[in-house]
């Protein structure tokens, strides 16, 4: 193969986050058509893999859809409950949580866990998951997943844990959440649009006077 001056392409293994198979409740969509106006109205949740380079490590991310700012995130070796439940509490101590939040996620056995559910309900937040099979119902958090992969995790090779906890934080908190732009939010990052819609509250200018001020985000990194 050097040769004749030819690569070999080695195929990316897939790993598989998301076990839909349990016999725990499965709740309604109710994400689906609804105009989010302010924050902490639908946060969404997800999980995915990171490649090390001699295992896989997994991460559990919330995301406030109104300003698509990540809130929680958390990662570890393994898929357990806790996974997802350490990305959660993060969120509940980063936001307030309002009346009608409603938690949307897919049908995994994390998010549906007796532990998972409790946990919202303590909170009042309404559960919410998506159809069997149709990914598109947690677009937002999809999305977020791909340009993380594509801004960060595809450029790096992590060493270990700690190195990949360090890089996807930065790039979560000083990147995604700090200055990549979205044309949904005018072109403004998440938390740009945060602070213009908190400022315009606080003035009394504009529509957006209606969005209560947001609980203080801790200092990036």
Not at 20 to 45: C, D, F, T
Not at 63 to 70: A, G, P
Not at 195 to 221: D, F, I, N, R
Request: proline content about 4%.
């Amino acid at each position: 193969m050097r040769e004749d001056n030819l690569l070999c392409l080695r195929k990316r293994r897939w790993v598989r986050t998301t076990n839909s198979q349990h016999g725990l409740p499965i709740y309604a969509n109710l994400a689906g058509g609804m105009e989010v106006k302010r924050a902490n109205q639908l946060w969404v949740a997800d999980i995915t893999y990171i490649r090390l380079r001699s295992e896989f490590v997994y991460l559990a991310v919330v995301l406030d859809v109104w300003s698509r700012r990540v809130i929680g995130w958390n990662m570890d070796r393994h898929l357990r409950t806790e996974l997802a439940l350490g990305a959660l509490e993060q969120a509940l101590k980063q936001r307030k949580v309002q009346p009608g939040l409603v938690h949307h996620s897919d049908r995994g056995v994390q998010y549906a866990s007796q532990a998972y559910t409790e946990r919202l309900r303590e909170q009042q937040v309404r559960i919410s998951m998506s159809r069997r099979g149709n990914p598109y119902d947690n677009a937002y958090a999809e999305s977020f997943m791909k340009t993380l992969k594509q801004e960060e995790v595809n450029r790096k090779e992590y060493g270990s844990l700690e190195e990949a906890q360090e890089h996807i934080g930065r790039f979560v908190q000083e990147i995604y959440n700090g200055r990549r732009l979205h044309s949904a939010l005018n072109y403004l990052s998440p938390q740009q649009f945060e602070e213009k819609q908190e400022s315009q509250y606080v003035t009394g200018a504009g529509q957006e006077a209606q969005t209560p001020p947001l609980a203080p985000h801790p200092h990036p990194g």
